[in-house]
């Protein structure tokens, strides 16, 4: 068995660490690029969401690197990721390619399925330790390349040269690929946190803060919504993303974890979202709120072209704008997006916060309060 | 007490269910009028401009009773079969007309209706709980939900009997049966608003074919096709979209020559159950045309009666030849 699986961003590092362990030799597709987006939108429904058709594109590029076996995580909606995986085993049936697909699926369609499919992904032979084992390293792991990121995007607009920060923490991803045990990791843990530590500091403190919401796939892969962060990055802007794997898959192993952020968040969304409506629509307008209160600048919310949740989301994302005087801004990815068009709008947005922050500070200065609008 | 309620989405499958329980707790019921220019305007206007078509037509509606109703009608019908879901859309409808037209909070009632885990159970407390808005009394509104699921039935009989949910709204008359047919798959809110779909199932009729929708399918016969897919979706229309389709793949019924898929663009349930009809429908050696048709706020009449001529043409061509197996593109 060479099985393969989706990329999310780091998701490919943890899950490089949990196979071999477990005994299954994997084949990582290779990394988005194109290429990879030109095969899924062929291949894919033309109105499908945009992560099917990457997510689809992975899988034929690693079919033709030698895969046999497609690992793939089924839902129970509302949100259409729950039929991806369907949609996805039926255009590959139907070019011909003999691979076998294991869909692990809530065990609502099925409990027998469920744990054939739990019982492949991990290796045949359960040996609780053994998997205990693999994942607590693994998870540790991929929490890890989470907290990396989010020190990606805190540090890039305080360091004084944003490429060796760059340095320090893909050589770290890079390490990850090759931990072993949780020991090694610890040692990774402080030889990164010291090497981030030493970088020259450029000593700005009044940067602008922007805070990026929407769906989990888009919001987080970098090789599709044009480095959004870096963007913000290199133009000097504090940026932190609500949105994260791991708080992703702890949601999605509810109801016995879910963390407090997530809770504030939904209890947040309240007046304006009363329920959860598939995917992250309610964890977009929770997050916005508490990042309003919390005094950031703006917000950008990134998301799939025609993605159901995250219209809603867009829809009383606009209330909130207007509640909390805070600006939105909503960015649609698709394989129609253009680079050119959404740098060009990321920085009037940064413009814009700017010159509301000097307004609101100039008035300050006059009035000698802050006064809302 | 005014209640409106707005003529979009589900709408056309609870009319008459929402309308003799309101009534029944001596609620005065005003319908938004039949969509028109000026109603899918007002809809684009403050829609978001992502959003599908039917709920852009909603909010139309919805606009149109602002100031003439004391409240609007919008339960949150999450789910209305055991194990499924409806749209995200539809599950975040009243917080979406309630923050894009600024209305106050108790300006419209949204109380939950929710058969996913618990069934009747579900659909019994919303209804209690969308009652109590009105009345105190619980043996009265028991009574007006008995009352409105008789009203209900019937109304799901007669659409079982090939009338359209605007015969029985509006009073039109129904056309007279044809001996040809075509499947006619799609949400009801767009083939039964015939301002929206203009008038689709009176073109196909002009052109000699009468349509078979899936409110006509005994919902039995949907549900096993149905079993053919490994997992169904979880959305109860989309379910009963594929359904309708898969009782009619075998070449059975020698009156039925093919099917008009309608979509709105930017349906998501749609964009991915279609492709699985679609699929299904091409793997089949001798099966029937399917044709899928596209609408949203931009559409031209000329390209859909173009379309549909044309596809008449090759139902004709195809039952007389019996060649219709298209094989599928290979990898790339």
Known sequence: MRATFPHLLHLDIALGILYPTLGIEIVPPPPITQKTIEIGVKLAPQNACFPLKVTLGNFIEAIEQGADTIFMVGGVGPCRFGYYGQIQRLIIEDLGYKVRFVLLDHPRYGVRPFFEALKTMAGGRLSLPKIVQAVRLSWSVLRFTEELEGKRRALRCQVEDPKSLDRVIDGALEALRRVKSLEELEILKEQTAEKLSSLPRNGRTDFLRVGIVGEVYIAQETRVNFNVERLLGDLGVYVHNSVSTVEYILHTLRPFTRSKEKLEAWKLAQPYLKRFVGGEGIDSVGSAIRYAQEGFDGVVHLYPFTCMPEIVAKGILQAVSRDFDLPILHLAIDEHSGEAGLVTRVEAFVDVLERRKWEKKRRLEHDGALSRR | ?332
């Open chain 2, 1 to 332: 007490m005014r209640v409106g309620i707005p003529r979009g989405l589900l709408f056309y499958r609870f009319f008459a269910l929402w309308k003799t329980f309101l009534e029944e707790l001596g609620v005065e019921v005003v319908v938004s009028p039949p969509s028109n220019k000026a109603i899918i305007q007002h809809g684009l206007v403050y829609g978001v401009e992502e959003i599908c078509f039917p709920v852009k037509v909603f909010l139309g509606h919805a606009y149109a009773l602002l100031g003439k109703v004391d409240v609007l009608f919008i339960p949150r019908m999450v789910s209305f079969y055991k194990g499924e879901y409806n749209c995200p859309k539809i599950l975040g409808l009243p917080d979406l007309v309630r923050n894009l037209f600024w209305l106050e909070k108790d300006a419209v009632i949204d109380d939950e209706v929710n058969m996913r885990d618990r069934g009747i159970r579900g659909w019994w407390e919303g209804f209690l709980n969308l009652g109590r808005r009105f009345t105190e009394n619980e043996r009265k509104i028991a009574r007006a939900l008995r009352r409105a699921e008789e009203a209900h039935r019937l109304y799901r009989r007669k659409l079982g009997e090939g009338y359209f949910p605007e015969n029985l709204i509006d009073g039109r008359p129904p056309l007279p049966p044809k001996e040809k047919k075509v499947v006619l798959l799609g949400h009801p809110y767009l083939l039964s608003d015939s301002y929206i779909n203009m008038n689709i199932v009176r073109k196909i009729y002009d052109l000699g074919y009468s349509v078979i929708t899936s409110d006509m399918v005994p919902e039995e016969r949907i549900r096993k096709a149905l079993r053919t897919l490994p997992k169904a979706s979880f959305w109860t229309i989309s379910n009963e979209i594929v359904g309708t389709a898969f009782a009619f793949l075998e070449k059975e019924d020698p009156s039925v020559r093919g099917f008009v898929h309608l979509v709105s663009f930017e349906c998501g349930p749609d964009s991915l159950v279609g492709e699985v009809v679609e699929r299904y429908v091409k793997r089949k050696k001798r099966s029937l045309p399917y044709l899928r048709l596209e609408i949203d706020e931009h559409t031209g009449e000329a390209g859909l009666v173009t379309r549909l001529e044309a596809f008449v043409d090759m139902m004709e061509w195809r039952n007389a030849h019996h060649a219709s197996y298209v094989p599928t593109p290979p990898a790339p």
